[in-house]
């Protein structure tokens, strides 16, 4: 259980409830983290490492909601475990629909917790691995000239090297020997791979 | 008027046979038994009855004892005793029957007092009786009255808390879920290996804390809720909001409201009922809220402050920055069962100003000019100095 590599930030404004949540984590052997607001936590430095939020519905200042609106905006992307003494419907909906890992009603079970702490870690920790990847993507990307970046994107487009070669007015060898640096530098061992890294990149397919 | 000679002519009867037989004792006759034989015909028959006795006597007189004996003759030289004889016959007559008749008199006007302070004082002892009873009947309705007022008020206390709920569960729930989670750790703790026994104790600690606290908040409500006759103690009115602070604080955070209070460091304590006061002060700060429901685009607060007001008496202030007062809605509020919420009863405010009057202050509203109310009331310091 215990994972020394993440930390599970918990933000309530009581601080029994916090403490008592600290001393259960730090029990199984997860870091924990507290805050009494919202507030202070945002102004909080975060390692880089994976990591979860434990967040009461209802604060003082900026409630757990807005939060949860806050960190979608700014693109931080911590998933977010709510607590509340008393969900209503409406609450619990808005929260799962953005994006919520689970919706605990006070006094939680040690298991539904844990749990979802758990999931929420993965969650957090297969979004960085995803966002490691995508990053290494765009810096091989950026490693690329001018001219091989047009070439890709008429090749992920689906145009033969000799219709690439028509549009951009240069002969089919040249393409290929292009086409072949875009491959090396991209680290594609096939054109199917290629089209996939194009797609995390977000380039668009259009002729 | 048969009396009056009878009587006469008795005494007179009486006189002679007297004198007559004293006559056979001493050589002279004591014609003085005629006089009072005279007054004793004036006392009890009346004037008239007098003048006859002192005609009887003097014909009486002279046939008997004035010579010559036995004829009504009068000798020239008795004639003036004689007359001096009559005379006094009637001056005893007269003082005798005018000293009867101003002492009838008397006795007359006597009665008529007596049966008239009888009179007066039936009617005292009547009206002494109406007087009680319309009393009784008055005191019977005021204690009606008291007793519906005290329901009034429990009922709108009841329902203020009513519109608490929410933040009396949460304000329960949290220490209940702050003992959960501590049990969990603790147990977590001592089945570690090895266990930490310093955490589990830390844990079980904050259990023994939390569970109290709950407990205090349930007790602070039921004491809140419960039905008691009013009492008079000393109180501190800082520490009487800062109680009411707890569910406050909750209420006011769900509203999207900030509660700040403003207390002042020099407070006198003040003589009243705690619960009653706490009454007031929640119903402002919950009417405060209500109006601040719709409130955007200036930041939502309650503030409730106290101050000194003068020597005699401390203020306590509730402003909100919500609606604020029309003059119409400013005019009707203190009125019972006005209201311009949809559940309420609009009791509280009327409840509210009662207990201000019943502790001799005073209850009013301000509309502010920058949209919200203000809501205040006087307690006075009363004249004792503050025992602890």
Same mark, same amino acid.
């Given at each position: ?25 730090? #029990? ?14 945002? #102004? ?94 765009? #810096? ?68 | %008027?048969?009396?009056?000679?009878? @009587?006469? *002519?008795?005494? !007179? ?25 005279? %007054? ?6 009346? %004037? ?6 002192? !005609? ?34 009637? !001056? ?22 007596? =049966? ?18 319309? %009393? ?53 703790? *001592? ?48 520490? !009487? ?20 209070? +403003? ?11 705690? &619960? ?37 008496? @401390?203020?306590?202030?509730?402003? +909100? ?7 119409? =809605? ?14 309420? &009863?609009?009791?509280?405010?009327? &409840?509210?100003?009662? @207990? ?33």
């Amino acid at each position: 259980m215990s994972d020394p590599n993440s930390i599970v930030y918990v933000v309530d404004d009581d601080a029994s409830v916090r403490n008592s949540v600290g001393s259960l984590l730090r #029990s199984v052997g997860l870091r924990a983290e507290l805050f009494g607001s919202t507030e202070d936590f945002l #102004s909080a430095a975060r390692p880089e490492i994976p990591g979860c939020l434990v967040l009461d519905v209802r604060l003082p200042g900026m409630t757990g909601l807005e939060l949860q609106g806050e960190i979608g905006r700014a693109g931080i992307g911590i998933p977010i475990v709510f607590v509340t003494g008393h969900g209503d419907i409406r609450m619990v909906s808005r929260a799962m629909k953005a994006g919520a890992v689970e919706f605990l009603t006070k006094p939680f079970r040690k298991q539904e917790l844990l749990a979802a702490i758990h999931q929420a870690l993965d969650r957090d920790r297969a979004r960085r691995e995803q966002e490691a990847k995508l990053c290494a993507l765009r #810096s091989r990307f950026e490693r690329l000239t001018s001219r091989e970046r047009e070439v890709l994107h008429f090749v992920v487009a689906g145009l033969t090297n000799k219709q690439v070669a028509g549009k951009l007015g240069l002969s089919e060898i040249t393409i290929k020997i292009h086409r072949g640096h875009v491959m090396q530098k991209m680290e594609a061992d096939s054109l199917a791979g290629l089209v996939q890294m194009a797609g995390k990149l977000g380039m668009h397919s259009h002729r | %008027m048969v009396r009056p000679w009878g @009587i006469a *002519l008795s005494f !007179v009867a009486m006189a002679l046979v007297a004198t007559l037989l004293l006559q056979r004792l001493f050589p002279y006759p004591f014609l003085f038994l005629f006089f009072p034989a005279v %007054m004793a015909s004036a006392w009890f028959g009346g %004037m008239s009855a007098g003048l006859l006795a002192v !005609v009887a006597s003097t014909v009486l007189v002279d046939y008997f004892f004035v010579p010559p004996f036995h004829s009504f003759a009068i000798n020239a030289t008795d004639g003036t005793y004689f007359a001096a004889f009559v005379v006094c016959a009637l !001056v005893a007559s007269w003082v005798s029957s005018s000293k009867k008749q101003s002492e009838e008199a008397l006795r007359e006007a006597r009665d008529r007092l007596e =049966i008239r302070v009888a009179e007066r004082t039936a009617e005292l002892e009547r009206s002494n009786a109406e007087l009680r009873r319309s %009393m009784q009947e008055h005191e019977i309705a005021e204690q009606t009255l008291r007793k519906t007022q005290a329901d009034l008020a429990h009922l709108s206390k009841v329902m203020t808390m009513g519109e608490l709920t929410c933040s009396i569960a949460h304000e329960v729930s949290q220490p209940l879920a702050a003992v959960v989670t501590n049990g969990h750790a603790c147990l977590e703790w *001592l089945s570690a290996a090895p266990p930490d026994v310093g955490e589990a104790r830390t844990a079980a600690e904050r259990i023994i804390r939390d569970g109290t606290r709950a407990g205090v908040v349930l007790g602070r409500i039921r004491a809140l809720v419960k039905k008691e006759a009013p009492t008079r103690d000393w109180l501190d009115m800082n520490e !009487v909001i800062r109680e009411l602070g707890v569910l406050l604080r909750d209420e006011a955070a769900r509203a999207g409201v900030s509660l700040r209070l +403003d207390l002042a460091t020099d407070l006198p304590r003040v003589k009243g009922d705690r &619960i009653q006061l706490q009454q007031v002060v929640l119903n402002l700060a919950v009417n405060g809220l209500d109006a601040m429901r719709g409130t955007t685009g200036r930041p939502r607060e309650l503030l409730i402050c106290t101050a000194k007001e003068s020597s005699a008496a @401390i203020l306590i202030q509730v402003r +909100d920055s919500g609606a604020g007062l029309s003059a119409e =809605i400013a005019a009707e509020i203190f009125r019972p069962f006005f209201t311009t919420k949809p559940q309420g &009863i609009g009791m509280g405010l009327p &409840i509210s100003r009662s @207990i201000v009057e019943s502790h001799q202050g005073r209850l009013w509203a301000t509309p502010l000019s920058g949209g919200g109310s203000l809501f205040q009331f006087t307690v006075p310091i009363g004249s004792r100095d503050h025992d602890e």
